[in-house]
């Protein structure tokens, strides 16, 4: 079979280091996007300088990975290599700069997003998404409603990457490689993010019975709030672990594994008696395939666990509405 094409629009820093990644394991070909930076009357292409240099990385570490980098404009010009793409990942987007509030943050994300899925149905009609532009949940919520894809097909980053800062936290306190940690965290992502304490467990043994209750909801606190505390120490929001997530959400559609990873889909009632969660985003477990989610997988949760999902849902919810109201602008 013909080597799989990734696509990735945006990139910045989650971007550059999931094309990094996929280039260093060499299980897909790469096509980086991203727009122009001008400095005074200079114009540069930092898309393209970024895959060169990938490209003679690649060179260096006898991998066969193939790697381009392409200029776009924001009004959508130049995305004509992006035909037949298996997987397209968004990351582009403005983060939150000083005087705007979430909604102008999501109301310009939003801009960018439709002229980047116009070009997507237009070139790679048949591609999977992966969206990992924040506020996640909104932005895969907008990407399903603008692409027209199916629901198995557009798929938000946010679970995989909260699961995996609750088991660095996890493995760091009971001294235990986060390999044989299981532990998934579900909901919105956001500080209201539901983390599974009944199933998860270490080397199948449950987490409730390894850790104390207070020490445990220390070790979800930081969980919660596991984007702010990077953002607090560098100045910008984090890249590694975001890019790491993307990557192993890209592995599992590209060789087809089945992994169970949790994400953010649409749910049009699907386990409702698990989810109760018709026309919106949030995160569950899902099992990824060749064909995008090809299951969603229900978990039940505990009384308490219940509650948390409940509100977490709640606060997607209300930001569905205020994003609906600028989609409805849009058509
Ligand atoms: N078309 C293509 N690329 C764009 C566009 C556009 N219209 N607008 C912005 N970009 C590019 C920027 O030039 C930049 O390179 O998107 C990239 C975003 O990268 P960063 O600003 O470095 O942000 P990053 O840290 O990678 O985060 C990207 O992921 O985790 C989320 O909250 C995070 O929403 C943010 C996204």
């Known amino acids: ?39 005074g009357d200079k114009v540069f292409e930092p898309v393209k300088g970024k895959a060169l240099d990938m490209k003679q990385m690649v060179a260096a570490m006898d991998v066969d990975t193939k790697i381009d980098g392409f200029t776009v404009t924001p009004e959508g010009e130049g995305y004509e290599p992006m035909v037949d793409s298996d997987i397209v990942v968004i990351t582009a987007g403005f983060p939150r700069r000083p005087g705007m509030s979430r909604e ?6 939003i801009r960018i997003l439709s002229t980047i899925i116009a070009r997507v149905r237009q070139y790679a009609p048949n591609s999977i998404l992966i969206i990992v532009t924040n506020p996640v949940d909104i932005m895969t919520y907008a990407a399903f409603k603008l692409s027209g894809f199916p629901a ?26 986060p390999k044989d940690i299981h532990a998934y965290v579900i909901g919105g992502h956001g500080d209201e993010m539901v983390p599974l304490i009944s199933i998860s467990n270490v080397g199948g043994i449950p ?41 192993d959400m890209v592995e599992a559609l590209v060789t087809n594994s089945r992994r ?42 505990l009384e308490e666990e219940r509650q948390m999902w409940n509100r977490s849902v709640e606060s997607v919810k209300r930001s569905i509405e205020i994003a609906e109201v600028m989609l409805g602008e849009k058509s």
């Open 104 to 109: 102008d943050l999501l109301e310009a994300n």
């Open 260 to 301: 169970i990873l949790p994400c953010s889909v649409y749910l049009d009632g699907e386990a409702g008696e698990y989810y109760g969660v018709k026309g919106f985003c949030v995160g569950v477990p899902v099992k990824l395939g060749a064909n995008g989610v090809e299951e969603i997988i229900k978990v039940p949760m």
């Open 152 to 177: 198995s097909r557009v798929i938000g980053m946010a679970g995989v990457l909260d699961s995996a800062r609750f088991k660095t936290f996890i493995a760091e306190e009971l001294r235990v490689s």
């Open 1 to 39: 079979a013909m080597r799989k094409v990734v696509s990735i629009v945006g990139a910045g820093n989650v971007g550059e280091h999931v094309a990094s990644l996929i280039a260093t394991k060499g299980f897909a070909d790469i096509r980086l996007f991203d727009i122009p930076r001008k400095d």
């Open 207 to 247: 987490l409730k019975d390894l850790i104390p209750k207070d020490k445990l909801s220390e070790l979800i606190e930081r969980t919660r709030f596991g984007g702010g505390e990077i953002v607090n120490l560098m100045g910008t929001s984090a890249y590694y672990a975001p890019a790491a997530a993307v990557v």
